[in-house]
């Protein structure tokens, strides 16, 4: 596989002891000519590089997510 990982953030999980929300930018995710995403993980256990939860939103529908998100305000 031929991703890169770039932008990474580390956030702490509020309401855990040692949580964090890891956000990425991951080109190629899937192999050559797959589309760049970005990558949201969760880890209880404070691992940002490898979470119990990931999910992959493609770059492209970042904006209406960002808006779903921010109208649960």
């Keep these: 596989m031929s991703e890169t990982v770039s932008n990474q953030k580390v956030i702490s999980l509020e309401?855990?002891?040692n949580g964090v929300i890891s956000v990425?930018?991951?080109e190629?995710?899937?192999g050559s000519?797959?589309?760049?995403?970005?990558?949201?993980?969760?880890?209880l256990a404070g691992d940002a590089e490898n979470p119990?939860?990931?999910v992959h939103i493609p770059l492209t529908n970042l904006d209406d997510v960002i808006a779903a998100l921010?109208?649960?305000q």
């Design 52 to 54: 119990e939860w990931k």
């Design 70 to 72: 921010q109208a649960l």
């Design 33 to 43: 000519d797959s589309a760049t995403v970005a990558s949201i993980g969760i880890s």
């Design 15 to 17: 309401g855990t002891k």
């Design 28 to 30: 190629e995710p899937y």
């Design 24 to 26: 990425a930018k991951i």
